[in-house]
């Protein structure tokens, strides 16, 4: 005969029901809090972004009361008689971002698709992206004085040479005499070069794998793949990360202080003396007073305008691409 065994139920699970609610009551309210603080997080982020604005925008309103609009266009900075003028700066600041942009985008996209490509081993790969990535970890004061004793008196003779047998072209129009407008954007372009690089590769390698596989067995030969296929459809996070580059360039104080010159003019000339708003917030602010605060205020609220709209139009184009390349 064969005995069957009856199915004891164990103590162990005994009350689980009641452990079972305990746990999803628990969980739902950890959900509930987590959900608060994210909440909070996320427009206390906006409150903190409107307050700054209001308290930057109300310091300024002294100098906005005293020369309005055209602050924008006025071309004088002369503290001893209040007459303040904002075109230079803005000038000196769109030029000096814009020549770094110039330098630092072909570098930054190459460097991506180097890194991205397979090109290397994934150790020595990775070890190429940390010391990219260790560019944004050096202190802006260093780059400064790496500029002061290196990349100034490389430019100098080349830009007396260059004026000495170019110098009518607006851009050589003036020999170089120490900071300008080179030198700064050639070391802010190496400032900025990390978010180029970085944000580009992350752009790469959302290009579909299916699509560089297809080209590949159809006979196209690498260069062909990332130049027709994963440069077009990276193409818009690629511009999104040189939007974002170029707001992190417009900001830069202490690097471009010590090497743009600090002179409020606006010349056409790469080795030119200029200067730059965040320059002039850095160097004027600790000894302004009365209409001159008011006036650095009304810089540092046109600044802001500036940076924050490049940068929207940034995120704006990032998520775009974002929605592309999963559609694809």
Same mark, same amino acid.
């Given at each position: 005969?064969?005995?069957?065994?009856?199915?004891?139920?164990?103590?162990?699970?005994?009350?689980?029901?009641?452990?079972?609610?305990?746990?999803?009551?628990?969980?739902?309210?950890?959900?509930?809090?987590?959900?608060?603080?994210?909440?909070?997080?996320?427009?206390?982020?906006? !409150? =903190?972004? $409107? /307050? @700054?604005?209001?308290?930057? +925008?109300? *310091?300024?309103?002294?100098?906005?009361?005293?020369?309005?609009? %055209?602050?924008?266009?006025?071309?004088?900075?002369?503290?001893?008689?209040?007459?303040?003028?904002?075109?230079?700066?803005?000038?000196?600041?769109?030029?000096?971002? !814009? =020549?770094? $942009? /110039? @330098?630092?985008?072909?570098? +930054?996209? *190459?460097?991506?698709?180097?890194?991205?490509?397979?090109?290397? %081993?994934?150790?020595?790969?990775?070890?190429?992206?940390?010391?990219?990535?260790?560019?944004?970890?050096?202190?802006?004061?260093?780059?400064?004085?790496?500029?002061?004793?290196?990349?100034?008196? @490389?430019?100098?003779?080349? +830009?007396?040479?260059?004026?000495?047998?170019?110098?009518?072209?607006?851009?050589?129009?003036?020999?170089?005499?120490?900071?300008?407008?080179?030198?700064?954007?050639?070391?802010?372009?190496?400032?900025?070069?990390?978010?180029?690089?970085?944000?580009?590769?992350?752009?790469?390698?959302?290009?579909?794998?299916?699509?560089?596989?297809?080209?590949?067995?159809?006979?196209?030969?690498?260069?062909?793949?990332?130049?027709?296929?994963?440069?077009?459809?990276?193409?818009?996070?690629?511009?999104?990360?040189?939007?974002?580059?170029?707001?992190?360039?417009?900001?830069?104080?202490?690097?471009?202080?010590?090497?743009?010159?600090?002179?409020?003019?606006?010349?056409?000339?790469?080795?030119?003396?200029?200067?730059?708003?965040?320059?002039?917030?850095?160097?004027?602010?600790?000894?302004?007073?009365?209409?001159?605060?008011?006036?650095?205020?009304?810089?540092?609220?046109?600044?802001?305008?500036?940076?924050?709209?490049?940068?929207?139009?940034?995120?704006?184009?990032?998520?775009?691409?974002?929605?592309?390349?999963?559609?694809?």
């Amino acid at each position: 005969m064969i005995e069957t065994e009856t199915m004891v139920p164990s103590t162990a699970s005994t009350g689980t029901p009641w452990v079972a609610s305990k746990r999803a009551k628990r969980a739902k309210g950890f959900d509930v809090l987590f959900s608060g603080l994210t909440f909070l997080s996320g427009w206390g982020t906006v !409150a =903190l972004l $409107l /307050l @700054i604005g209001l308290e930057v +925008g109300y *310091a300024a309103l002294p100098a906005m009361r005293q020369f309005g609009f %055209h602050f924008l266009v006025g071309m004088q900075w002369d503290p001893v008689n209040d007459q303040y003028g904002a075109l230079p700066l803005i000038y000196g600041t769109m030029v000096s971002a !814009a =020549l770094a $942009l /110039l @330098i630092s985008t072909p570098l +930054g996209v *190459a460097i991506a698709i180097f890194l991205t490509e397979d090109y290397l %081993h994934h150790k020595l790969r990775s070890f190429c992206k940390f010391l990219v990535e260790l560019l944004a970890a050096i202190p802006s004061v260093i780059y400064g004085l790496w500029g002061i004793y290196v990349v100034i008196p @490389i430019t100098t003779p080349l +830009g007396n040479w260059l004026n000495a047998h170019f110098g009518w072209i607006p851009f050589f129009s003036t020999p170089a005499s120490g900071p300008g407008f080179l030198p700064a954007s050639f070391v802010l372009a190496i400032m900025i070069l990390p978010t180029i690089a970085a944000l580009s590769g992350a752009a790469l390698k959302t290009t579909p794998q299916a699509l560089k596989e297809g080209a590949s067995a159809l006979g196209a030969t690498r260069w062909d793949v990332i130049l027709q296929i994963t440069l077009p459809i990276a193409a818009s996070g690629i511009f999104g990360a040189v939007v974002l580059a170029l707001g992190r360039a417009m900001g830069e104080t202490m690097a471009l202080a010590m090497l743009v010159g600090n002179n409020n003019q606006i010349s056409a000339s790469l080795f030119a003396p200029a200067n730059t708003i965040a320059s002039l917030l850095a160097n004027s602010f600790g000894e302004a007073s009365g209409l001159e605060v008011a006036s650095l205020m009304y810089l540092s609220f046109i600044l802001m305008a500036l940076t924050l709209g490049i940068n929207a139009v940034a995120e704006v184009i990032l998520e775009r691409s974002g929605a592309t390349k999963k559609h694809l």
